[in-house]
T-cell receptor, first 113, second 111 residues
Framework: ETGVTQTPRHLVMGMTNKKSLKCEQH?????MYWYKQSAKKPLELMFV???????ENNSVPSRFSPECPNSSHLFLHLHTLQPEDSALYLC????????????FGPGTRLTVL | AQRVTQPEKLLSVFKGAPVELKCNYS??????LFWYVQYSRQRLQLLLR?????SIKGFTADLNKGETSFHLKKPFAQEEDSAMYYC?????????????WGLGTSLAVNP
């Protein structure tokens, strides 16, 4: 599959579980992003990886832990989540630099019980 | 935080009518703004960016620094324009700034 792919597409987990979301891009980009989209709330940038540098929104709780082993792969490790973390998690990638278009994945719908 | 707001959740117009989707921003420094669109059962995709000053699918958006706005306009709406539209700041990879998109405006173009 070309473009940005995300797995799994749906995930249901308990508060004590540990799971990971995966994102992969086949576009030769060098920046990747995690976004959170909750119902009735705006899309919020969680993490940015750009040229191996990580920038994070400092309001994201530590129970979310990103990992970017290379420029094509991005993970979001989840542990001891809360029900309010249920949301659509979107991955995106772009070329690093001003004005560059982000390409989005289809998202992972996460439900925390 | 760098924040954009879209005051309208839903905008409904008739085919051929002009359409304007509003976006206001609050920023420190120079803003870099984009419009993204999500058609039914498709992914978010870029529509246009303010630095290009381009017209895409008949849509234009001008950055008005005096009014801190970046409204999206089209003189004659088409049914295929029905979608969810998001005003977005540039995801600046620096300074730990909090970046918040607009809530989105759902545009419905009726025949």
């Amino acid at each position: 599959e070309t473009g940005v792919t995300q797995t799994p597409r749906h995930l249901v987990m308990g508060m004590t579980n540990k799971k990971s979301l995966k994102c992969e891009q086949h576009l030769g980009h060098n920046a990747m992003y995690w976004y959170k989209q909750s119902a009735k709330k705006p899309l919020e940038l969680m993490f940015v990886y750009s040229l191996e540098e990580r920038v994070e929104n400092n309001s994201v709780p530590s129970r979310f832990s990103p990992e970017c082993p290379n420029s094509s792969h991005l993970f979001l490790h989840l542990h001891t989540l809360q029900p309010e973390d249920s949301a659509l998690y979107l991955c995106a990638s772009s070329r690093r630099g001003a004005g560059n278009e982000q390409f989005f994945g289809p998202g992972t719908r996460l439900t925390v019980l | 935080a760098q924040r954009v707001t879209q005051p309208e959740k839903l905008l409904s117009v008739f085919k051929g009518a002009p359409v304007e989707l509003k976006c206001n921003y609050s920023y420190s420094g120079s803003p870099e703004l984009f419009w993204y669109v999500q058609y039914s059962r498709q992914r978010l995709q870029l529509l246009l960016r303010h630095i290009s000053r381009e017209s895409i699918k008949g849509f234009t958006a001008d950055l008005n620094k005096g009014e801190t706005s970046f409204h999206l306009k089209k003189p004659f709406a088409q049914e295929e324009d029905s979608a969810m539209y998001y005003c977005a700041p540039r995801p600046n990879a620096g300074n730990n700034r909090k970046l918040i998109w607009g809530l989105g405006t759902s545009l419905a173009v009726n025949p």
